[in-house]
């Protein structure tokens, strides 16, 4: 069966005949973007703990763009499937890295700020492509105009310098200091870190060896899971919303207009959220505004003309959800140390991508269950996403932890805070050595 198209836009689901009965492979094509995404978070568990938050984001940002550019100019359902691959492999990597470069340089009571901040400028390329694909009818110049922003996007990467803590992490003392004195001359406060001694645990970054401290340290590995369990639940909730829009409302640029706008305001929210509430009972908030939400979504209600109850509620619920996920990257940054941070980032990152992949395919359950079937599916993930957030410590108003032996003293536990003792009074002691010695001479 063919069509004669009257509208003067294209897309590849036109050009390839991706419609009617074939419109479940836009649904297998969306989702291989997360797989690729959770083979790249795979590979950059050890990559961006090794190589650098900064390498690691240039590396995924040349992934991606690449991927974009080149998919309008080999016409194939398979080549597609690997563009989406690799798009997924490239931006992921690309944003972990980015968040735990800025998670580190920010201080403490400015942290949740500029973490909305960043996720604000990450949910405005929605209402960027969204733009470009309205006022570009082709597909393939989508494709290439999406893929040349990445490629611009490179440009302040290189610009940037590494993490001070990563390179204290690795040892690299000189290097950290460099970076500090370069900010301070930014802060107009220029300071000389020739003759300031900084207190720092070296490690050698073996992804076998960090393996293996999750099971020497309890608190990590607890506070790992759960953070897994977390992201898992909130990105099926997530990008159940994101490729469902066009289910729940007729007009599909008005549903992922308010969607994206909705997004940036959710991001806007957990700044005042955290601040006030804390990290945890800011996240409990909109996750029990999240649950009445979906409960509401079920009646059958027009409200006006072009909306529902149904779609009312359910962007309240999706606004709801995008604020909890937010706060996640920070809760999870901040209970994780500087030495697994990328690790931990990446493998909470993987479970997301499991839970996006599946949400995609939710939105096919409005076809063949009753609507109010999703609703209560969403609903009971998120009681799920509750309790697991209930388990985790609030990390409010506390430093970053370095190493997991950090984790483990935030727990009170005596044996690890012997352990911290111990490590400052040798510290001390090679403090005063290195002076004699600097004397004698």
Known sequence: MDFNWTSQRTSFSMDWGIYCESESKLSVVSSFFFVGASIGLL???????RFGRKNGAIAGNIIAAFATMIAPWFPLFEVMLAVRVLQGLGM?????????WVVEFSPTKLRSVISALILVVWCSGYLMILAISYFIPYWKYVFLTSGSLNILAIIPLLMLPMSPRFALVRGWESEAKEI???FSR?????????????????RVQNFFQQLKDFRKFPALRRNTLLCMLSWFTVATLFYGFDFGWGKISANLYQSYLFAALGKVVAIVLTIPACQWLGRKNAVLLFLVSAILSFLLAMPDFKIANGWTLEFAACLA????????????????????PTTHRGMVMSICSTCARLGSFLGIYSSLLYQVVDRRVPLALSAGLTTLYVSAVFFLPDPTGKSIPETPNDV??????RKYQAVEELKCKAEVM?????????ESV
């Open 43 to 49: 590979f950059s568990t050890a990559i961006i703990d």
């Open 186 to 202: 930014v802060c107009c406060n220029e300071i000389s870190m020739g003759s300031i001694h900084l207190e720092y645990t070296t």
């Open 430 to 438: 090679n403090g005063l050595t290195e002076k004699k010695r600097l």
């Open 408 to 413: 483990e003293v935030t727990t009170g536990k």
């Open 180 to 182: 500090l004195e370069n």
């Open 92 to 100: 992921f990597i690309n944003l972990t890295g980015i968040y735990c």
């Open 317 to 336: 619920g999706s606004m709801a959800i995008t604020s909890a996920y937010a706060i996640n990257y920070l809760y999870t940054s901040e209970l994780t």
